[in-house]
């Protein structure tokens, strides 16, 4: 089976507990105004990716040590049977190699949407961050881009890991963002504050650095 991915990184540290791997579904149908992934948006044939490579690099990195696997994208739910497989393999993975870590996912649909088109995958899922970005309203809670998003714990293991953070601040472990420099890209990660990048771009411009192209703009 084929899965259209943008990226996949590990250690990620800013999209839930723990040193995750975190993988960037490409193609997304919702396109909320103010994304700051719209480099995700688009149907691209040259990201999909054999689903077996796509966990053969997640058992590689895991030997380092795993807390948990963070989907993203992009909208993971906009490749129902990709995402299906996926979470059915590391299923399998977690359980055969008795490993305790857990899968976050986040969506843009509405929960109501996700409950009763996609319960089969919802039961895969440790715990879910869904609805829509909303630029207007502030980022004042942790892991989430937007006030209207909640946190949803799914399973037992993801009550044990997300209750606690149901209603932490943004700020709860201080740091927000990864960069991470690959050849001549930088990629951030993570949730950033409003007008956080753009101040990102004009100090690059100031130090004489101009970026060709940016994700948070079409």
């Known amino acids: 089976m084929l899965i259209a991915i943008n990226k996949a990184h590990f250690p990620v540290t800013v999209l839930g507990p723990g040193q995750r791997i975190g993988i960037w579904f490409q193609g997304c149908r919702i396109h909320c105004p103010g994304c700051v992934s719209q480099d995700t948006w688009a149907n691209d044939a040259s990201k999909n990716m054999p689903l077996h490579d796509l966990l053969a690099w997640c058992r590689q990195v895991a030997s380092e040590g795993l807390d948990g696997i963070t989907l993203s994208g992009g909208e993971p739910f906009d490749q129902p049977h990709a995402l299906l497989a996926l979470l059915e393999a590391v299923h399998t993975w977690r359980n055969e190699r008795a490993l305790d870590f857990d899968i976050l996912c986040y969506s843009g649909y509405p929960l109501k949407r996700l409950r009763e088109r996609h319960a089969p995958i919802l039961k895969k899922l440790d715990a879910l961050i869904p609805e829509p970005y909303i630029d207007k309203l502030p980022l004042d809670k942790l892991w989430r881009g937007s006030q209207n998003q909640p946190l949803v714990p799914l399973s037992a293991r993801g009550h044990t890991r997300y209750d ?55």
């Open 164 to 218: 606690k953070f149901l209603d932490s601040p943004a700020a709860t472990f201080g740091k927000r963002l990864q960069i991470n420099v690959d050849d001549q890209r930088l990629w951030s990660i993570g949730l950033p504050a409003r007008g956080d990048l753009e101040q990102l771009e004009n100090l690059a411009t100031q130090r004489g650095l101009s970026f060709a192209q940016v994700s948070w703009k079409p």
